[in-house]
């Protein structure tokens, strides 16, 4: 069984472990650089993308992260995890910094106070039938990827809202807390080289 790492310096990432334990997999919370040696993913959950980052520095994990992602962790980010990911920010709090891993421009709380929370269903060919009941909370969007980034889902007016590039992956929207656990296994499968990368 793999074992997967779930950042847990904020945020859901308690949800995150509940789901990936769910599905088989041995998920443990990672806080500190020596415990990204003993991990076959990684996952970073749901929050506040500027405090994730902030913690991250302060406790010496951030350039272990980047460093492990950058050479070839699987990885998967939901919402403010998304930003984490993303190489390029916008609208990032000042001196927001990111661990990079995704060859993206990220912009954070895209959908305004209006549809500041709300939910939708999704069609994501890589899952198949039914579309995915999607939950974007404070989210953000992709603006813009590069050439070797895989869209995943879009919205319906056409912004995107979940990537893939080789072994990285994320959406600005939180499959841990709606039950529909295909996101996560699609990730499993990811790593377990079940799928292309
Ligand atoms: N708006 C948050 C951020 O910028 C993300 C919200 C979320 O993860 N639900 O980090």
Redo the contacts with the bound molecule.
Sequence with gaps: TPRIGVLALQ??FREHLAVLNGLGATAVPVRRASELSEIDGLVI????????DKLSRAFDVAEPLRDAIRGGLPTYG????L?LLADRIVDGIAGQQTLGGLDITVR??AFGTQTDSFETDLDIPVLGDPPVHAV?????VVDAAGESVDVLARVPDGRIVAVQQGNVLGTSF?PEVTGDTRFHRYFLDTIAGRVRA
């Design positions: 945020g859901d959950p749901g929050g506040e993308s500027s405090v994730m939901t919402c403010a995890g930003i954070r709380n974007f909370i404070r989210a953000p939180h």
